[in-house]
């Protein structure tokens, strides 16, 4: 790459977008060859299977999630990062807690670190919404059926945890009783989550 414009705006494009992969750099006019060069003059830094980003960016907790799921097609965001991005904890985990398939290929991120589990039928599928953060689709579990994976792995993440969510986001009314239902039913929790479920409409 030798132009200080295109060099410009290769650094213009990634500061926009936080994360690209080699196509989508291809995409915005950049050849594998103006890609290669980049990264051994230093503008820009590879730091996943074909994801590129700028030298020592910063990255947001957005751009992680961002980062995490362009590595892999299958990550969907769940647990403490799913509560964290819904803000119902003051909790802020230094990794990007991901759910995959029980076949699917874990990640390989150099900058952010991740802690994968690995979901399998309606648990897997169920409950995802899908958010829009700087033109990239990121998949998160809702808040209700983030709330029903933290009972379900609350020995990993702590019954305090799970409580404080199921507490806040009734009171700040981010479900509804039906919704929690369903995925405690869906995911085998109800018996489980019954006596909690009680002190909120006691």
Same mark, same amino acid.
């Given at each position: 790459?030798?132009?200080?414009?295109?060099?410009?705006?290769?650094?213009?494009?990634? @500061?926009? $977008?936080?994360?690209?992969?080699?196509?989508?750099?291809? =995409?915005?006019?950049?050849?594998?060859?103006?890609?290669?060069?980049?990264?051994?003059? *230093?503008?820009?830094?590879?730091?996943?299977? *074909?994801?590129?980003?700028?030298?020592?960016?910063?990255?947001?907790? $957005?751009?992680?999630?961002?980062?995490?799921?362009?590595?892999?097609?299958? %990550?969907?965001?769940?647990?403490?990062?799913?509560?964290?991005?819904?803000?119902?904890?003051?909790?802020? +985990? $230094?990794?990007?807690?991901?759910?995959?398939? +029980?076949?699917?290929?874990?990640?390989?991120?150099?900058?952010?670190?991740?802690?994968?589990?690995?979901? @399998?039928?309606?648990?897997?599928?169920?409950?995802?919404?899908?958010?829009?953060?700087?033109?990239?689709?990121? +998949?998160?579990? @809702?808040?209700?059926?983030?709330?029903?994976?933290?009972?379900?792995?609350?020995?990993?993440?702590?019954?305090?945890?799970?409580?404080?969510?199921?507490?806040?986001?009734?009171?700040?009314? =981010?479900?509804?009783?039906?919704?929690?239902?369903?995925? %405690?039913?869906?995911?085998?929790?109800?018996?489980?989550?019954? +006596?909690?479920?009680?002190?909120?409409?006691?």
């Amino acid at each position: 790459m030798k132009k200080e414009a295109d060099r410009r705006r290769l650094r213009d494009v990634l @500061s926009t $977008h936080g994360a690209l992969r080699s196509g989508e750099l291809e =995409r915005q006019g950049f050849s594998r060859q103006d890609v290669s060069t980049a990264v051994k003059q *230093g503008i820009i830094e590879r730091i996943g299977r *074909g994801l590129y980003t700028l030298p020592n960016a910063e990255l947001s907790e $957005h751009q992680s999630l961002i980062e995490v799921v362009k590595s892999s097609a299958t %990550a969907r965001i769940c647990l403490l990062s799913a509560l964290r991005f819904h803000d119902l904890t003051t909790q802020n +985990p $230094h990794e990007v807690w991901i759910a995959i398939g +029980p076949k699917d290929r874990k990640p390989a991120i150099r900058t952010s670190k991740i802690r994968v589990y690995r979901f @399998s039928g309606p648990a897997l599928k169920e409950g995802l919404e899908q958010h829009t953060i700087q033109g990239v689709t990121i +998949p998160v579990y @809702s808040v209700a059926k983030t709330i029903v994976d933290l009972f379900r792995y609350r020995n990993k993440v702590g019954i305090d945890v799970a409580l404080e969510a199921l507490k806040e986001g009734w009171r700040a009314k =981010r479900f509804t009783m039906a919704e929690i239902d369903r995925f %405690a039913r869906l995911c085998r929790m109800s018996r489980v989550m019954a +006596p909690y479920l009680e002190t909120l409409v006691a």
